[in-house]
T-cell receptor, first 114, second 117 residues
Framework: GQQVMQIPQYQHVQEGEDFTTYCNSS?????IQWYKQRPGGHPVFLIQ?????EVKKQKRLTFQFGEAKKNSSLHITATQTTDVGTYFC??????????????FGGGTRLMVKP | GAVVSQHPSRVICKSGTSVKIECRSL??????MFWYRQFPKQSLMLMAT?????????EQGVEKDKFLINHASLTLSTLTVTSAHPEDSSFYIC?????????????FGPGTRLTVL
């Protein structure tokens, strides 16, 4: 079945340093979504990328969808303590997106030292 | 964005008892809801898809007789953990697709932390 892998699993950074998490799918995706889960909280939708090679920005966060639509990345510039949490990528489980099911990556847990 | 609520947020029960968790879409209708289980520091594991007016679809390895799902209305799905045991202790989260560009993104409830003694 479809697999979505994320690296790294964990990342410790000093506040102000940049951070990147990478997401790779075993299959071509019609879209990719990113979610953030704060410690003790629930996943919150961040963004969805649909087009090949698409790049979207949200303040210090830059999201990219690969040309082959099988990989994606999330880059945070100048991390802050508020960025702490686990970042998950997710793609439709079925190629026709029937049922709206998502397959989640394992997540990257970001820890920021003040 | 769309709001999904879950109740209770935290429950502690004795082994052998049943626990019901409610998931509600507050400002939209959801013909489909998803139930996930999350162990500490791990990813979300899809347990089942709850379908309004029909039977739930369970993922491989999930016991349908143990995790009873009922989707009685367009805004409410319930998950009942029957005869709970300590190994059922986990964080249970529901979600509902609520529309988006090209495909439905998912909005998650706040989760229910179940501890079985």
């Amino acid at each position: 079945g479809q697999q979505v892998m994320q690296i790294p699993q964990y990342q410790h950074v000093q506040e102000g340093e940049d951070f990147t998490t990478y997401c790779n799918s075993s299959t071509t995706l019609s879209n990719i979504q990113w979610y953030k889960q704060r410690p003790g909280g629930h996943p919150v939708f961040l963004i969805q990328l649909v087009k090949s090679g698409e790049v979207k920005k949200q303040k210090r966060l830059t999201f990219q969808f690969g040309e082959a639509k099988k990989n994606s990345s999330l880059h945070i510039t100048a991390t802050q303590t508020t960025d702490v949490g686990t970042y998950f990528c997710a793609g439709p489980t079925r190629t026709d997106n029937a049922g709206n099911m998502l397959t989640f990556g394992g997540g990257t847990r970001l820890m920021v030292k003040p | 964005g769309a709001v999904v609520s879950q109740h209770p947020s935290r429950v502690i029960c004795k082994s052998g008892t049943s626990v019901k968790i409610e998931c509600r879409s507050l400002d939209f209708q959801a013909t489909t809801m998803f139930w996930y289980r999350q162990f500490p520091k791990q990813s979300l594991m899809l347990m089942a898809t709850s379908n309004e007016g029909s039977k739930a679809t369970y993922e491989q390895g999930v016991e349908k007789d143990k995790f009873l799902i009922n989707h009685a209305s367009l805004t409410l799905s319930t998950l009942t953990v029957t005869s709970a045991h300590p190994e059922d202790s986990s964080f249970y989260i529901c979600s509902a697709p609520a529309g988006g560009e090209g495909t439905d993104t998912q909005y998650f409830g706040p989760g229910t932390r179940l501890t079985v003694l």
